[in-house]
């Protein structure tokens, strides 16, 4: 099992990411998909979860408005577009697979840096 995260850097504030996660070696559509974020310091924490066929979707209130996660099972990618980004949204990004939406990922990425800075 591997997922690799991918379009992280940096950007200023106000600025636009989107990330991406390919997983392999299990079957995506049967999975529940996550990003989280640790920032340093900071435990890790919940930005957004889509459900296996992308018809459910939850984000944390620091997010809520500005992140949109979404899914293309026929990819096998799930994304997070990031826009009005802000300093405190830097940190590690990761996706996480869960087989029950609201439980801890079962697998995870390595994770990606978003840096937002002037």
């Known amino acids: 099992v591997q997922l690799v995260e991918s379009g992280g850097g940096l950007v200023q504030p106000g600025g636009s990411l989107r990330l991406s996660c390919a997983p392999s070696g299990f079957t995506f559509s049967s999975y529940h998909m996550s990003w989280y974020r640790q920032a340093p310091g900071k435990e890790r924490e919940l930005v957004a979860t889509?459900?296996?066929?992308?018809?459910?979707?939850t984000y944390a209130d620091s997010v809520k408005g500005r992140f949109t996660i979404s899914r293309d099972n026929a990819k096998n990618t799930v994304y997070l577009q990031m826009n009005s980004l802000k300093p405190e949204d830097t940190a590690v990004y990761y996706c996480g697979a869960h087989s029950f939406f609201l439980s801890s990922p079962r697998y995870w990425g390595q994770g990606t840096q978003v840096t937002v800075s002037s």
């Open positions: 889509i459900s296996n066929y992308g018809d459910s979707t």
